[in-house]
């Protein structure tokens, strides 16, 4: 029965046989990569989804800022309310009030300005 299969031919078909597992594997492989690239595309939780990247970049070309909208509300919500004073104001200070009674005045305005909730520096 087995005496009249030529060897040749068995290690062809074998040969073939290898080279379409192979090619199977690799196709499965690919295909799987391809579902992990489009799930972390619209992965809600990846904040470089392709949803997410739309909206920014819709934002930023209607407002021109160059921050997400996120970033801008936090900045809405949380302005600082005190700015440092610049070297003149302080020099114009000292010579007004002194030294140590000037550097209480802004100390105290600087507590006062971080005391506030948000909602009081922005209304």
């Known amino acids: 029965m087995f005496k009249d299969i030529d060897m040749g031919?068995?290690?062809?078909?074998?040969?073939?046989?290898?080279?379409?597992?192979?090619?199977?594997?690799?196709?499965?492989?690919?295909?799987?990569?391809?579902v992990k690239e489009v799930g972390e595309a619209i992965n809600p939780l990846n904040d470089e989804n392709v949803f997410n990247k739309g909206a920014t970049n819709a934002y930023q070309n209607i407002t021109g800022s160059d921050q997400s909208?996120?970033?801008?509300?936090?900045?809405?919500?949380?302005?600082?309310?005190?700015?440092?004073?610049?070297?003149?104001?302080?020099?114009?200070?000292v010579k007004k009030y002194g030294r140590i009674e000037y550097l209480k005045m802004v100390d105290k305005a600087r507590q006062e300005a971080n005391d506030k909730p948000w909602y009081k520096k922005v209304f």
Do not use: C, N, S
């Open 9 to 34: 031919t068995v290690a062809i078909t074998a040969l073939i046989g290898a080279m379409v597992v192979w090619a199977a594997k690799q196709t499965a492989k690919a295909a799987v990569d391809g």
């Open 69 to 93: 909208m996120g970033a801008d509300l936090y900045d809405y919500m949380h302005p600082d309310t005190f700015r440092e004073p610049t070297k003149e104001e302080i020099q114009a200070g």
